[in-house]
Structure formats: structure tokens, C-alpha cells
């Protein structure tokens, strides 16, 4: 899903490096002390992730990771990926400098838009937080897809197309994409609940169901 | 839309790659994904360096393709692979120059040459009268090209397949080291802000 260079027109590159610049500033702002260093391990995560190849019969696929990224994370997600997409850029030669502000895009804005979906239901109870978590995964891919056809759109190819092409092949990454993100969660929420976003929330929910429950039976 | 589905596997690629060499007259030419994976049916557009779309062609099931060279001139060979995937080699003109001298002298060099070999064993008491320079020049040349091909094809080959090797772990930790050396840095400045 990186978008090589020379592909796009100029408006294109310069409107996505104009909205990424936003969104990372936007992130930068939220970034706060204790969540730096975790978002830096997502970096790190989401860097190398599309490295792991997944053999899927002819071809093969690799984990994107930007559902989980983002559901942790929310905005920070954009600093986050600018990074790891960066390195990604001058080290692998994957997408290019000109094409960063898009990919970015494309990579992070599913992830935000996917936190403001699904971060509330983390903390219910398992079923509907591991339908979430799947449909955090699964959706974050989609939407990535759907703006490599927007991207595209404007060049060469009709939005149609491209977005079908690119969500037909990206269809086994999503149902692994959802799995994983499965598995983080419940991970997480045995281990360290309180790195899972809205902790403070759900905690301060859970003491008032107590306390409701209490009363009751105390009725 | 055909094109798409055939192409489908491509997408999960980072990067795709072009190479391509001259030899004789036509440019050989191979496209890679990242990863190994070959550049089924992508077009490859032909430019001449003023920018002048010189011709159009598609790889094949192995990702190769080949053309005779269309002009003298530069080439920029661009290969499109859909969904965002482009990649770029450039012949310099040199490497076409080089050929073309060697077919014209093959050109002169040819016809003569073959009752000079006829007569060569014959005279061996003095075969370098026999073959008067020139001629000499252009079979040795033409010989020399042949083997030199013969061999540089390979390495050609094994050029472009180091071109267009994946990441290295050195890469891969440089990278990650990168991002930890950054949030460091996120650090210092966010407990610089606290103490002020």
C-alpha cells in the first residue's frame, strides 16, 4: 500500500503532506510524557510489520498493524506512522519522500478514525470487546484501501477500479489483521489493562457499577 | 479490470523494480517486486530522455521483456505495476553507442571475413598477410563481443538481483534504533518543559 513516487500529481502530494502535517500536529499536541514511549514501541511495531510475510496460497501478504496502532494510540497515530513510514522510505526504498505526506494518509487516518469507533468498547466484556477489536483490525485495512483508491483517483484510474482491486487483495489481510488485533487486546487486557485506551474511563465506569450494584443489594 | 485481478497478488509489495541491459541490438529487461516476486503483465513505457515516448510494451509471466532498441538515444524505461507501484531504470547512452558501433563495424566486418577465415588455414605460413588489418580488428571485436556477452549477461543478472534484494537486518535494526533514539528525544524536551 505504498504509493511509489512519480505516481501521483503534485496537487494530490501537496494536499496529503498538507493534511498529514495536520494530523501530526494535531497528535503531537495529545502526545503525553508517559504515552511517548509507547508510542514509539507501536512506531517500532509498525515499521517492521511490513516486513513479516504471511504466505497466503500464490502470494503472499504482510500485517499493516495500523488498527491496533491506532486504537491505542487515537491521533498520536499520525507522528507515529510519519515516523516509522519515514525510516521506512530512506531505508527500504518503500513509497518515497514525495509520496510520505499521502502514505501517511492513508495509513493513519483509518487508524484514528477506527479509535474514535472502537477504543470505548475495549474494556466491555470479552465478546463484544473481541468483536471490536476484530472490527477494529479488519476496518482500519479497508479504509486504508479505499483511500489508496481516492489517491488514485485523481491520476490515472477510476475510483471504482482501483478501490476494488486494492480491497479484493487486501481481503486476507484483513481477517489477519482482525485476529491479531484479537489477540493484542485480550493479551493486554490480562496483563496491563491500564496501556488499553480509555482505562481511566472504564475503571472510573466499573467502580459506579459497583457501587450501583452495592446499593442494590444493600436495598 | 481484467489486468487488476491478474495483478491482485502484486499489491501487498512495497516497491516494485525495474533492470534492464543491452545486448546487441534489443534491451532485455526484467521487473521484481520486493520480496522476489515478479512483475507479471505491468506495462513498460519506453521515454527518450527529451521526454518523447519512444514505445509500449508488457512484461511477461516471468516478468521479462525485451525491444529492439528503438532509437539512438537515452532510454528511460518506466514500469507500471498498478496500484501505485512505479519504478525507473535509465540506459545511458554509452551502453547503446558501444552496441552500435560494434554492429556496424560487425556489418563491414562480416562479409569479408569469411573467405579470410576460408584462406587462413590454408596460407598458415603467413597468415597475417593474409588478413589485412582491418578485417583482423573487426572479427577479433566481433569475437570478443560475443564472449564478453556471453559472459556479462550473467552478471547482469546478478546485478539487478542485488538491486533488488529486500531490507537487510542492519537496516531493519538501524531503523527501529531510529525510532527509540527519537523518543529520547520526546523525552528530553517533554521533561525540559516540566522543570521550566
Redesign the interface.
Known amino acids: 500500500?505504498?504509493?511509489?513516487?512519480?505516481?501521483?500529481s503534485a496537487p494530490v502530494l501537496g494536499a496529503g503532506m498538507a493534511l498529514a502535517l495536520a494530523g501530526t500536529a494535531v497528535g503531537l499536541k495529545k502526545?503525553k510524557?508517559d504515552k511517548?514511549?509507547q508510542?514509539?514501541i507501536l512506531?517500532?511495531a509498525f515499521?517492521?510489520a511490513?516486513?513479516i510475510?504471511v504466505p497466503i496460497g500464490?502470494?503472499?501478504?504482510?500485517l499493516i498493524l495500523n488498527g491496533i496502532l491506532g486504537l491505542m494510540l487515537g491521533w498520536v497515530a499520525f507522528p507515529s506512522i510519519l515516523?516509522?513510514l519515514l525510516?521506512?522510505g530512506v531505508?527500504?526504498?518503500?513509497?518515497g519522500i514525495t509520496t510520505l505526506g499521502v502514505n501517511t494518509i492513508i495509513m493513519a487516518t483509518p487508524a484514528v478514525v477506527c479509535h474514535y469507533l472502537f477504543a470505548g468498547f475495549v474494556h466491555k466484556p470479552d465478546t463484544i470487546s473481541y468483536a471490536a477489536s476484530f472490527a477494529c483490525g479488519f476496518l482500519s485495512v479497508f479504509f486504508s484501501s479505499l483511500l489508496?483508491g481516492t489517491?488514485?483517483m485523481f491520476t490515472q484510474?477510476s475510483f471504482l477500479?482501483?478501490a476494488?482491486?486494492?480491497v479484493?487483495?487486501?481481503l486476507p489481510?484483513m481477517f489477519i489483521e482482525g485476529l491479531v488485533a484479537i489477540f493484542c487486546v485480550g493479551f493486554l487486557k490480562k496483563v496491563q489493562p491500564e496501556l488499553l485506551p480509555k482505562w481511566s474511563a472504564a475503571k472510573h465506569q466499573d467502580i459506579l457499577d459497583s457501587k450501583t450494584k452495592m446499593v442494590e443489594k444493600q436495598i | 479490470m481484467l489486468f487488476f485481478i491478474l495483478s491482485s497478488g502484486n499489491a501487498m509489495a512495497h516497491r516494485v523494480t525495474v533492470f534492464a541491459w543491452v545486448e546487441g541490438d534489443t534491451v532485455l529487461g526484467e521487473g521484481k517486486f520486493s520480496g522476489g516476486k515478479k512483475a507479471q503483465n505491468s506495462e513498460i513505457i519506453v521515454w527518450d530522455l527529451n521526454g518523447k515516448e519512444r514505445l509500449r510494451t508488457r512484461t511477461n509471466k516471468k516478468g521479462e521483456f525485451s525491444f529492439p532498441i528503438p532509437a539512438k538515444t537515452a532510454m528511460r524505461i518506466e514500469l507500471i505495476a498498478g496500484m501505485g507501484h512505479k519504478a525507473e531504470w535509465t540506459i545511458p547512452l554509452e551502453d547503446i553507442d558501444d552496441t552500435a558501433t560494434i554492429k556496424s563495424a560487425q556489418d563491414a566486418g562480416i562479409p569479408p571475413s569469411e573467405p579470410a577465415g576460408n584462406t587462413a588455414p590454408k596460407q598458415t605460413a603467413n597468415p597475417v598477410a593474409a588478413i589485412d588489418p582491418e578485417q583482423l580488428e573487426a572479427i577479433v571485436e566481433k569475437a570478443v563481443t560475443k564472449a564478453l556477452n556471453k559472459k556479462i549477461t550473467p552478471l547482469s543478472k546478478m546485478v539487478a538481483d542485488l538491486a533488488q534484494e529486500g531490507p537487510t537486518i542492519n537496516e531493519i535494526l538501524g531503523g527501529i534504533g531510529y525510532i527509540f533514539g527519537l523518543m529520547g528525544v520526546a523525552i528530553y524536551f517533554s521533561s525540559r518543559k516540566k522543570k521550566s
Open positions: 500500500m505504498h504509493i511509489s513516487e512519480g505516481v501521483l502526545l510524557e511517548i514511549p508510542a514509539a512506531s517500532a515499521f517492521v511490513s516486513l510475510h500464490p502470494s503472499s501478504v504482510h515516523i516509522a525510516l521506512q531505508l527500504f526504498q518503500f513509497g489508496v489517491a488514485l484510474e477500479e482501483v476494488w482491486a486494492v479484493l487483495a487486501h489481510v
